[in-house]
């Protein structure tokens, strides 16, 4: 009799083991729940949405989109770092997610609370300048800021904001010292950059890209690695001359740390099958968006790299909310 409720159990384990394996093989049995936080109409909002579509034809399950906007996007991050394990509760989460643990006292572990499952698209940041401005390259600008230290200023949408950071992360890496005019929105900076109030600011490329068409500003770089598809003509600040630098506003797939393996990777095959869709570039390129994409492992390094680049920003910039 002592020995029945070890066998028992260990008939019971190896039930279980036989089971999980074809539950994972069989997943996704039901609606998948993508959380996003932003409002509807926000750039992460429209992608997930053909995103989620795209996906749900190729798993078999509709992926359904649930908005969790507030705390600077950390209430829906939260939310599902706190989920079942199990795959149908995913976050479409930007770079705001690997900025705020820096600037806030977070509940959760962003770097370790959430598996990454590929990273989707990037908004290419600009880096204008009002006609008048002397500097028509990030070279001649970077000559004159250091002639002339503490003199040149750009407009952000306030502190902590990526137009912000964009410019910490350039006096940093470049040895220069742009003084941040912060403003209460991006439009309102834009309004004082088009005016000549201010000489520069960082926007992003589809929102400063028909100014600049226009000639009513001009463009000195973009802030990702790689050319912006939208606007092809313009250098990168890598190309520029600033080493390494990379200040894109990404966005990406996570779902709770201890997801399984096998679900984790059926939903990265998933989200970048749908990313080749010609509906899938067709939003991007009219959201002025370029397409990502890739293996949960490379997603991992590079929300790694973004935490620790981040928390360097803005440990430099003094910023605390």
């Known amino acids: 009799m002592p020995r029945l409720p070890a066998a028992l159990g260990v008939a019971i384990l190896l039930a279980g083991l036989a089971l999980s394996p074809a539950r994972t093989e069989d997943y996704p049995t039901r609606p998948i729940r993508v959380v996003v936080g932003f409002g509807p109409g926000a750039v992460a909002d429209v992608v997930l949405r053909v995103l989620a579509t795209r996906m749900s034809l190729s798993l078999g399950q509709q992926l359904v989109v649930e908005n969790r906007p507030g705390a600077g996007s950390s209430l829906g991050a939260e939310y599902v770092a706190r989920a079942p394990k199990d795959g149908y509760t995913l976050l479409m989460c930007t770079v705001a997610q690997?900025?705020?643990?820096?600037?806030?006292?977070?509940?959760?572990?962003?770097?370790?609370?959430l598996a990454p499952i590929?990273?989707?698209?990037?908004?290419?940041?600009?880096?204008?300048?009002?006609?008048?401005?002397?500097?028509?390259?990030?070279?001649d600008?970077?000559?004159?800021?250091?002639?002339?230290?503490?003199?040149?200023?750009?407009?952000?949408?306030?502190?902590?904001?990526?137009?912000?950071?964009s410019g910490?992360?350039?006096?940093?890496?470049?040895?220069?010292k742009l003084q941040q005019i912060p403003y209460p929105g991006s439009a309102q900076s834009m309004t004082d950059v088009?005016?000549?109030?201010?000489?520069?600011?960082?926007?992003?490329?589809?929102?400063?890209?028909?100014?600049?068409?226009?000639?009513?500003i001009k463009a000195l770089a973009v802030t990702q690695p790689t050319r912006a598809a939208i606007a092809p003509e313009v250098p990168t600040m890598i190309e520029a001359g600033v080493e390494g630098y990379s200040a894109g506003i990404w966005m990406g797939m996570l779902a709770p740390a201890g997801t399984p393996p096998e679900i984790v990777d059926k939903l990265s095959r998933a989200a970048n099958e749908a990313l080749k869709s010609s509906e899938m570039q067709a939003v991007l390129e009219k959201q002025g968006v370029d397409p990502l994409g890739g293996t949960p492992a490379a997603f991992a390094k590079f929300i790694d790299d973004e935490l620790?680049?981040?928390?360097?920003?803005?440990?430099?910039?003094g910023i605390k909310q």
Do not use: E
């Open 98 to 113: 690997t900025i705020n643990p820096a600037m806030n006292n977070l509940s959760f572990d962003f770097g370790k609370d």
């Open 308 to 317: 620790k680049k981040w928390a360097g920003v803005v440990k430099t910039a």
């Open 118 to 139: 590929a990273a989707i698209a990037n908004a290419p940041q600009m880096l204008v300048a009002h006609p008048s401005f002397p500097a028509s390259n990030v070279r």
């Open 141 to 165: 600008l970077i000559a004159l800021a250091k002639a002339q230290p503490d003199t040149v200023q750009y407009a952000s949408s306030g502190a902590g904001t990526m137009s912000h950071l």
């Open 194 to 216: 088009l005016a000549g109030r201010v000489p520069l600011m960082f926007g992003p490329a589809a929102t400063v890209w028909s100014n600049v068409q226009g000639g009513k």
């Open 168 to 176: 910490v992360l350039l006096n940093s890496a470049a040895g220069i």
